[in-house]
């Protein structure tokens, strides 16, 4: 059973930090493209950023700069450091699997940029 669970969401103000993280289960891990997405509220979902499996990374502009995107093959797990955050970044934030025609969504964690 494939299982992606995000979590480290939370409020933070406006130059902030933040570290998300998302566990997978129930698949190979290290052969998957994996990708962070937001979705803001009346907003369509976007992609932040996506780390292939050697490591490769992408990023939308919006964030170039201060988001990382990270993955320790052996914990199962993605990272997305955000550093100075905006009101703007505020979103559900979602972990994305890809493997071979696969595709896998964990259920979002809430991040609220916000004085």
């Known amino acids: 059973q494939v299982q992606l669970v995000e979590s480290g969401g939370d409020l933070v103000q406006p130059g902030g930090s933040l570290r998300l993280s998302c566990a997978a289960s129930g698949f190979t891990f290290s052969r998957s493209v994996m990708s962070w997405y937001r979705q803001a509220p009346g907003k369509e979902r976007g992609l932040v950023a996506t780390?292939?499996?050697?490591?490769?990374?992408n990023y939308a502009d919006p964030v170039k700069g201060r988001f990382t995107i990270s993955r320790d093959n052996a914990k199962n797990t993605v990272y997305l450091q955000m550093n100075s955050l905006k009101p703007e970044d505020t979103a559900v934030y979602y972990c994305k699997a890809r493997l071979l025609l696969s595709e896998y969504w964990g259920q979002g964690t809430q991040v609220t940029v916000s004085s």
């Open positions: 780390i292939t499996n050697i490591g490769n990374t």
